[in-house]
């Protein structure tokens, strides 16, 4: 190559440098493609991190809001407990009284039988057989917890075996309530001599064992007489929802 040519070459790629560094109009786009290249990435970064702690965060809030969740289940419990022995207490001087319930959280595993959206497989800690257990959602009656085949099924509130001991309205009118396959409830051996009400609130009375007296299940909307008592339909609390959690009464007294 011959001085000049090589002279040519250089003088070419000084021009050339010298635009790109001086001249806007070559500048510019360069400029602005590498900004946005930058801009991409922080803000990649920066998505992917508050990703991370937003994650991180609501796992904690989670744990925290499950923890305060039965520690407050578990004082209801106590309190609903303790106004129906103070009732007792006040209609009877000489009684003595004593509060001991127990609350757990357990988990709902599955259906039953699909198609079947009123029982349930529930996990459950230290599950006893025998036992019938009474089973809570945010504070409302849901329905019952028995064995099947030595293990934890629910029964809610629609199933025709669902059935506890209530009482209805003001007047504390004693009776069974039961599912019968459908959104409604039906409470049975109502006596027909202590009046109840459209629109009456049905709580639990106590006396079966299964629930604290007091726990709301659900208001009257129609009532019927016959062969000496009276069945009321009632409209629940809760129903069908099949949430993830449930509380069950490990123990009444």
């Known amino acids: 190559m011959n001085k000049q040519t090589l002279s040519i070459a250089l ?3 000084l021009t050339v440098s010298g635009a790109l560094y001086f001249t806007n109009i070559l500048q510019s786009p360069i400029v602005r493609l590498t900004l946005m290249i930058k801009s991409t990435y922080h803000d990649g970064i920066e998505n992917v991190q508050n990703t991370i702690d937003e ?18 289940e578990q004082q209801l419990l106590s309190l609903h407990q303790i106004a129906d022995e103070y ?11 004593q509060t001991n319930a ?8 599955s259906y039953v039988r699909f198609g079947d959206p009123h029982r349930v497989w529930i996990e459950m800690d230290h ?13 409302y009656t ?36 039961r599912g019968s396959n459908e959104r409604r409830l039906i409470v049975e051996f109502i006596p027909t001599w202590i009046p109840i009400s459209v629109g009456d609130e049905v709580v639990t009375s106590g ?17 019927t007489r016959a062969s000496g008592y009276q069945s009321a339909v009632i409209e629940p609390y809760f ?11 490990t123990q009444v007294r």
């Open 207 to 223: 006396l079966d064992r299964i629930f604290l007296a007091g726990l709301k299940v659900g208001r009257v909307v129609s009532i």
């Open 239 to 249: 129903y069908g929802k099949n949430p993830a959690y449930f509380h069950v009464i």
């Open 11 to 13: 003088l070419l790629a």
């Open 127 to 139: 599950f006893d057989s025998k036992k019938v257990y009474g089973l809570l959602y945010r504070g």
């Open 55 to 72: 994650h991180f965060n609501q796992q904690a809030t989670i744990i925290d809001l499950r923890q305060k969740n039965h520690y407050y």
């Open 142 to 177: 849901a329905g019952i917890v028995v064995s099947n085949n030595n293990r934890a099924m629910a029964l809610l509130n629609g199933d025709v075996k669902s059935s506890y001991a209530v009482n209805v309205g003001t007047s504390l009118a004693p009776g069974i309530v």
């Open 87 to 97: 009732q007792k207490l006040v209609q009877e001087e000489n009684s003595t009284f």
């Open 102 to 109: 127990k609350v757990g959280l357990v988990r709902t595993l």
